[in-house]
């Protein structure tokens, strides 16, 4: 959450002289991003009318090598009118440009805020957005395989030990050995697969209104089940974010505002439960891990394992099966 | 240079109903202010055009007493063309309201990068453009006492102790009582006054090419002499970061560009050596202070003190006094 990297206005508009994009106006650094630095940039434009743009530099954890996949599948889902960030080409024609041992892209700014409560029509609206990057990108050319599945949960797991998970609550030690069993032998493997976003948090969503403006931050974006995305995007919109008060009238949205555009069939149906079980353990495994490790005074905030235990226990509660029915 | 509160799209798009703005279209908390957190806000205007403004949320140090002081002064400059952000008023006229004990102010947004490596020309753009508001502010109504004046600088040198500045630089506890001694026995004190800035470092300027288009960050905007914060400027553009290879020519420039707007007077001039070692050891002592008492993994970057003390020692160097003349 916060800039890195300190890059001088100089710099800076040698940098933004590569695109055509005109003259560079501002640059400010964003409080966005918890692995890379971001700056909002304002330029005169290709046309002289004034642009905007987002610039990210990949300062950590990401490796360089995704980012083609990452930003090609920006253009290609912005080309076939999903609302994502295009990214800006350099006049050369790359997607991104080096700098020392960093990557910097230029991307396209959108308009819209995160919603913090949602509303059913905002639900809706980003169910149907979700819907359509899936049809969308069923004819992406490139793949990238989900390195947060559930041997990352495994890995993540094993890393926080029984002494680290049972310091976060007592019981936790036994709900994950116990669900991470229940979800080797249970994970579904044949459904309907396209690129997913895999993070699709409200944080990652640009509103105005009921609109949805801007899907953001695909970086955990990768080839996988889409019913698993939807369950996702459900364990993230669905409840407060401490994992109580579950929203039935959200979730009914979600759902039907997805299946205006891509009806799920009856097997992704059925499978939900069992999906969003896992969407749980995949931000349990995550928060747990990042809890134990992350030192004290640094500069990202440390979010609570315990509302994704939550979650995990509403969805794992038979009385709950109706929930996707 | 965070944002420390979390302010959700809902409270922030009631917030902006409150001023005559538009509706709200976007909000990115950005990478700036030590003591505040900071939004870059789109609208759509008052006028449906869209419109950019910075929302300010004072979070510590600044007293809410002294908001009407540092507001009211964008207002009084700006009216006369000094190129500095507007305060915008909410719709009961108010310049700031108040969120539980903290305060907010919507400010004009103003394009222009800040410049890392200064030409001349820029610092004597620089140097009209303090000039300019010493001019402007000669009638303002109200006033506000250098609450980082000698007095502080005393108090700030004798919270580090001898041993804390000794764990800085061996001699730096000598050079500092010898320069508070020599200080108080030669300061100025009868030199033509105005509200000064302060603080007008090159992340305090905003400019485009050669143009000023900014004068931001007033928060230690006070009444002065006017003299002093031409020295204080001068420290701040005429030398690398770390205080050495001074530029005699971005020195000529800055005060040629003063002294186009608003002549130094003989006395001024004559007392320009001491006042810009009084300048030195203001950001020495602030420096010192914060180097030993921010805690490892603050979000506030440290700053070198002894940048200061090689300027302070530039300044005090017989050999260097004909840079003011």
Same mark, same amino acid.
């Given at each position: 959450m916060a800039v890195y990297t300190h890059i001088g206005a100089e710099e800076m508009a040698a940098l933004i002289a590569?695109?055509?994009?005109?003259?560079?106006v501002s640059a400010k650094g964003i409080a966005e991003g918890v692995s890379n630095s971001n700056w909002l940039l304002e330029t005169t434009g290709a046309d002289g009318r004034g642009a905007r743009f987002i610039l990210t530099m990949y300062e950590?954890?990401?490796?360089?090598?995704d980012l083609p996949f990452f930003l090609s599948l920006l253009d290609h889902l912005a080309a076939k009118g999903c609302p994502v960030p295009r990214t800006i080409h350099d006049r =050369?024609?790359?997607?991104y440009r080096r700098r020392d041992d960093k990557a910097l892209a230029l991307i396209e700014f959108l308009p819209g805020v995160s919603v913090s409560e949602p509303t059913p029509a905002q639900a809706r609206a980003v169910g149907r957005a979700l819907a359509g990057i899936h049809v969308a990108a069923t004819d992406f050319h490139a793949e990238r395989p989900n390195t947060m599945g559930i041997q990352a949960w495994v890995d993540l797991i094993e890393g926080c030990g029984d002494r680290g998970l049972r310091s976060i609550n007592r019981k936790l030690p036994r709900i994950v050995l116990d669900e991470l069993d229940f979800l080797s032998k249970n994970w579904p493997r044949d459904l309907p697969r396209s690129v997913i976003h895999a993070d699709l948090f409200p944080d990652n969503v640009l509103m105005l209104g009921d609109r949805v403006t801007g899907l953001i931050d695909?970086?955990? =974006?990768?080839?996988?089940?889409?019913a698993y995305d939807v369950a996702v995007t459900h364990a993230a919109w669905c409840f407060n974010g401490d994992g109580r008060g579950f929203r039935a009238d959200l979730s009914a949205a979600l759902i039907e505002g997805y299946e205006a555009v891509r009806p799920l069939s009856p097997a992704e149906h059925a499978a939900l439960p069992v999906l969003a079980r896992g969407a749980s353990m995949r931000f349990l495994a995550s928060r747990a891990y990042d809890w134990l490790n992350t030192p004290e005074g640094a500069l990202v905030t440390k979010k609570d394992p315990m509302a994704f235990a939550r979650r995990l226990e509403f969805y794992a509660d038979p009385a709950n099966a109706g929930v996707f029915a």
């Open positions: 590569e695109f055509d994009v005109g003259e560079l950590f954890r990401i490796e360089i090598e =050369a024609g790359n997607l695909f970086y955990f =974006a990768c080839t996988g089940q889409c």
